[in-house]
């Protein structure tokens, strides 16, 4: 399978603790996206890397959350102390620069469903 | 954050029967994604679209890229058991500066569920 994989698919974790979550883009896709979707919502953007620069970080993203991409390939984040409004599903998404030099079409991968209790 | 205005929120039809949803934005957006969601998974990209007017399909589906580049709609026609899930519309925001920033802005869901 060549699509967007995410590790793990599950984690139920208790308040305070710390989880990482990895992406691992479709191969040669040097953009990755993460983006947190709640219970009834659609998703929405969390940050975003071209290789291994992370470009932006949304207001969403506080500072108990860190996200890398070391050698621009796959990508962890990270929740520090979680809290109870942390559960969510956490989405990651690749995509490449097409023929006319843009990005347009975003591929996201399966999610990491988290449950802070 | 921001989302999209998406409607209907529900939809309950026959199997057999033709879908209509559609998408609104107050911002101008130069794409339109639209991606089906099932339970547990994340989205799948049924369609893209890149031109204001442009009418694509995909199958039993078409999406439409509205005039103004604040809406657009999806068809599903002769609906089929598994077309239930959760359809959402995407606008891609880009902001230029010292790089290109692309992220994608989505609407709040369709929920469809068909019945045989």
């Known amino acids: 399978d060549t699509g967007v994989s995410q590790d793990p698919r599950h984690k139920i974790t208790k308040r305070g603790q710390n989880v990482t979550f990895r992406c691992d883009p479709i191969?040669?896709?040097?953009?990755l996206y993460w983006y947190r979707q709640t219970l009834g919502q659609g998703p929405e953007f969390l940050t975003y890397?071209?290789?291994?620069?992370?470009?932006?970080k949304s207001r969403l993203l506080s500072d108990r959350f860190s996200a890398e991409r070391p050698k621009g390939s796959f990508s962890t984040l990270e929740i520090q102390r979680t809290e109870q409004g942390d559960s969510a599903m956490y989405l990651c998404?690749?995509?490449?620069?097409?023929?006319?030099?843009?990005?347009?079409?975003?591929?996201f991968g399966p999610g990491t469903r988290l449950t802070v209790l | 954050g921001q989302q999209l205005n998406q409607s209907p929120q529900s939809m309950f039809i026959q199997e057999g029967e033709d879908v209509s949803m559609n998408c609104t934005s107050s911002?101008?957006?130069?794409?339109w994604l639209w991606y089906k969601q099932d339970p547990g998974e994340g989205p799948v990209l049924l369609i893209a679209?890149?031109?204001?007017?442009e009418l694509t399909s995909n199958g039993r589906l078409t999406a439409q890229f509205g005039i103004t580049r604040k809406d657009s709609f999806l068809n599903i026609s002769a609906s089929i058991p598994s077309d239930v899930g959760i359809y959402f519309c995407?606008?891609?925001?880009?902001?230029?500066?010292?790089?290109?920033?692309?992220?994608?802005?989505f609407g709040t869901g369709t929920r469809l569920q068909v019945f045989p």
């Open positions: 911002s101008i957006f130069n794409t």
């Open positions: 679209l890149y031109k204001a007017g």
């Open positions: 998404a690749s995509s490449s620069r097409e023929s006319r030099g843009v990005y347009n079409e975003q591929f």
């Open positions: 995407a606008g891609l925001y880009r902001s230029e500066g010292s790089y290109n920033t692309d992220k994608l802005i």
């Open positions: 191969s040669e896709h040097n953009r």
């Open positions: 890397f071209q290789n291994e620069a992370q470009l932006e």
